[in-house]
């Protein structure tokens, strides 16, 4: 069972995040001085990604780069502690985490748009459908209205005027209607109606009218 295409989207930027963090912490292992310019490379790369991942995921990847980072700074004090200063290494990871911090509720607003925006234009897509299903539709029988067939009737024989090609209209009366709503109602009417309308869209194909 193949994932449908925005779940595979979604793995795929996720797995691009960690592999981008899991650079970003290698490489700042390494530089000394410039290990500011390196957070200036990740962040960008995360805000992108924060458009795409869930909020716990998200979550999840900036604890990752945070709890990483901080790792990152024991190994470098530990290993050159006469090359850092502890101050200036400890103020720039506090810098890190609050910004962290500011792109994971950040990203998460963003996605939260996001998901409102399609829920909206999927009601709007619904809505447009349904009123294009009623405007060419009886409510009643559900069969094409008048307007509808006589649209149909037109590109029929547009279709038979242009080339070797032919239709049939079938005319059908219903015999004593007007007896029935007179002696049981309308609403019996109806209901003969509606089952009338189910017997002919029961036979006929699916190409016709």
């Known amino acids: 069972h193949n994932p449908p295409a925005w779940l595979r989207g979604r793995q795929q930027v ?11 912490l290698v490489t700042s292992f390494y530089l000394d001085q410039f290990r500011i310019s390196a957070i200036m490379f990740f962040f960008p790369i995360l805000l992108m990604s924060s458009f795409r991942l869930t909020t716990l995921t998200l979550i999840a990847v900036c604890s990752y780069a945070t709890l990483g980072y901080l790792l990152v700074l024991m190994l470098v004090l530990e290993q050159r502690p006469l090359e850092v200063s502890l101050s200036v290494e400890g103020l720039q990871w506090i810098i890190f985490a609050a910004t962290t911090c500011s792109v994971v509720i950040s990203g998460s607003a963003v996605s939260s748009a996001q998901r409102e925006l399609t829920r909206i234009s999927a009601g709007l897509r619904e809505s447009a459908r349904n009123a294009r299903e009623q405007a060419i539709r009886d409510e009643l029988t559900g069969l094409f209205n008048r307007r509808q067939i006589l649209d149909v009737l037109q590109q029929q024989k547009a279709l038979a005027d242009s080339g070797d090609y032919s239709f049939v209209v079938c005319y059908l009366d219903l015999d004593h209607f007007k007896r029935i709503n007179d002696t049981h109602g309308h609403s019996m009417g109806d209901e003969v109606l509606v089952r009338a309308s189910e017997l002919m869209r029961l036979s006929v194909r699916d190409a016709d009218y």
Request: proline share 0%; hydrophobic share 65%.
């Open 14 to 24: 996720l797995l691009l995040t960690i592999w981008a963090t899991t650079c970003f």
